[in-house]
């Protein structure tokens, strides 16, 4: 039967806080399997006060003894000895993490201080980290280095919880290597910070700096570049150019794209450019089917759509679209034509905006046909909020006679106050507190 030690160790903190007295040391706790009896050891100087005893308890009820144990410890330690919390190892281990030594223990109160991490993206880091030989001095190592790019709390928590295992690279080993690769092909510092907040692969594999300056060559500058990777980070991890991006550029330029066509697709974050040249070709033949002209930005929108959609599945969204709207088959080549990327919504979404936009607003099959960027807009955030301005400024006799209701959605948010909200905020007092109500999920009052 195995049971576990709860031990003590002091570890010297002069160093990493500033404020505390010459000798002052805090203490970090960690468990130890021990092979017939269950010890529970605390140290405090030269006094101990060990308890031990026979468990014949099963695992289960130990384990849950154990951690009602450590509740009850922790916050008394904590008191006794006030540092900050990342001071400490924040979870004593279970019952079940019997192999787990003191060097290899993962500080998720550290990650929550530290790095800005929440709670739970603290906890999913360490479980991913419980295989890595790490420690707290590594990663406060990690930290100080990062404090060179300026990067915000918010920044690292974003690499941390894209990364987790970042947070453990060796500096003298990885980074600073990895960095000087970075600053030779060109990027200052300050965007090798924004890198490493979307991409933070960029600083353990020596591949991804070959990967980069391809596409820094392509796109021609790094806010491009950072636009792109920040729709699609796979861009560095998961490609080969020679075999794939190259070959792939190459055919879409054969196809008619323009160099600025197909960069325009790459900072959208479709994947095309790092697939299989194979697949490439049938998403070309399927975007033709819907007779938009290559050199089109159409076309260009019909390739994104169907992008990671099998012409299986775009048979099947073309079939659902036909049904639920009630149109043609020329009428829905209609729409698709004028919206290619209403084909990347849910059946789901689509119905449900479909069945507001008949049923509520009380629109027509091809008026729906014309104008299939409706299908698009959230109905809680902009169909149905303005829905009911609408509404109340026709019954009231305000709103002009050529006003439709697609002229209403489709401009922006700050347009949309200043044509049909501030002018009537006297002659329809409340309408403005109504519509930002009804975009929070709220009933649009009687006004």
Not at 251 to 271: H, N, P, V
């Amino acid at each position: 039967m195995e049971a576990y030690t709860l031990a003590g160790f002091w570890h010297d903190q002069r160093s990493r806080c500033p404020d505390a007295q010459d000798g002052t040391r805090s203490r970090a706790l960690f468990l130890l399997p021990v092979k017939t009896e269950a010890q529970i050891s605390l140290t405090t100087g030269h006094d101990t006060a060990v308890r031990s005893r026979r468990d014949p308890s099963p695992p289960r009820r130990r384990a849950g003894a154990m951690q009602r144990l450590q509740k009850q410890l922790l916050p008394a330690l904590r008191a006794a000895f006030p540092l900050p919390a990342s001071h400490f190892s924040s979870r004593l281990l279970s019952a079940s993490t019997a192999t787990l030594s003191p060097t290899r223990f993962v500080d998720e109160d550290a990650l929550v201080a530290a790095c800005g991490l929440t709670g739970a993206e603290a906890l999913k880091a360490s479980k991913r980290l419980q295989k890595v030989p790490s420690n707290l001095d590594a990663a406060l190592t990690f930290l100080a280095f990062l404090a060179d790019f300026r990067l915000s709390k918010d920044d690292i928590a974003a690499a941390s919880s894209r990364y987790p295992r970042f947070l453990h690279l060796k500096v003298d080993e990885t980074l600073t290597s990895q960095v000087a690769r970075l600053r030779d092909i060109g990027l200052s510092t300050p965007e090798i910070g924004r890198l490493i907040t979307i991409a933070p692969c960029i600083l353990s594999n020596p591949r991804t700096i070959s990967r980069l300056e391809f596409y820094l060559s392509f796109l021609g500058s790094y806010p491009r570049v950072h636009s792109a990777l920040r729709n699609n980070s796979s861009l560095l991890r998961r490609n080969n150019i020679e075999s794939e991006v190259k070959p792939n550029i190459a055919f879409l330029e054969q196809c008619g794209l323009t160099t600025c066509d197909i960069a325009k697709i790459l900072m959208s974050g479709s994947r095309i450019l790092i697939m299989q040249p194979e697949h490439v070709k049938e998403i070309v033949a399927c975007a033709d089917k819907f007779g938009m002209p290559r050199e089109s930005a159409g076309f260009r929108y019909a390739l994104m759509a169907v992008t990671g959609i099998s012409p299986v599945r775009v048979s099947a969204k073309l079939d659902f679209l036909r049904m639920v709207i009630g149109c043609s088959d020329a009428q829905l080549h209609i729409a698709v034509s004028r919206f290619p990327l209403i084909l990347t919504y849910s059946e789901v979404k689509l119905s449900h905006s479909l069945e507001f936009l008949k049923a509520e607003v009380g629109l027509e099959p091809q008026y729906i046909v014309l104008r299939p960027a409706l299908l698009g807009y959230s109905i809680q955030k902009r169909l149905m909020p303005r829905y009911h301005v609408m509404k109340v400024l026709n019954e009231k006799g305000l709103l002009k006679k050529d006003t439709d209701f697609y002229s209403m959605v489709k401009i922006v948010e700050e347009s949309f106050f200043k044509k049909f909200l501030l002018p009537y905020h006297r002659s329809v007092p409340g309408l403005e507190k109504a519509y930002l109500a009804a975009r929070e999920g709220k009933m649009f009052p009687e006004i």
